[in-house]
């Protein structure tokens, strides 16, 4: 058995008033998936990389693995989040690998919470990855307040999410040709499923997503603290 981290790259950088794909926007030399694949690469508990980036960038990525020496994979997303994370999974060898799927818009992903998921695959087959939500919460519908929420009862989904491979595809096979777009993520895919046992681990709040402009702001100014 041996733990692969799959990444992917799939946002188109609209939001974030970029000209390329946000994970190729450049901060502090590097681009964002560049920071993404790094604590991977460090990270002794993953044994292999696998990027899902978009068609056009899959050769010029393929070039990093000279100093990425971890990346096995470099192969072309789907239509969508569900499509290109299947992509990424096929590259994966074995049923019972351990399989983390990360965001490659999330750069600060820490090595503790890295092994939290990965040591809780040893006891069951999803971990979800979540922190505590530090604002205040309403319910909404049709655009209209309904009720202040207990945010105690409320955590923020980040990435990775681990996986045991078979798990997971297992999922996919099910969700085929299934209009599932209330589903964005893997976790939810296997709940909705049932396709395996699952937990949770506490994750780190500086593991953000970089989505709009500022988020770039945020990403420089903790880049600057290391």
Known sequence: MKTYAIILAGGSGQRLQAEVPKAFVKIHGRTIMEHSILPFQKCDAVDGIVLVVPQNYVEACKLWQKDYHKIISVVAGGATRYHSSMQGLAQVPRARDKVLV???ARPFVDEASIKAC???LDRYDA???LSPVSNS???MKEGKIEHAVDRNN????LTPQAFIKECLDTAHLQAVNLPLESITDDFNL???FNTGTS???QGNTNNIKITYP????IAECILSKH
């Open 102 to 104: 990360h965001d490659a």
């Open 199 to 201: 937990t949770w681990v």
């Open 127 to 129: 971990v979800n990855l």
């Open 137 to 139: 919460m309403v319910s």
């Open 190 to 192: 296997v709940l909705y």
């Open 214 to 217: 500022h988020d770039l702001q």
């Open 118 to 120: 990965i040591a809780a």
């Open 154 to 157: 409320f955590r923020q989904v």
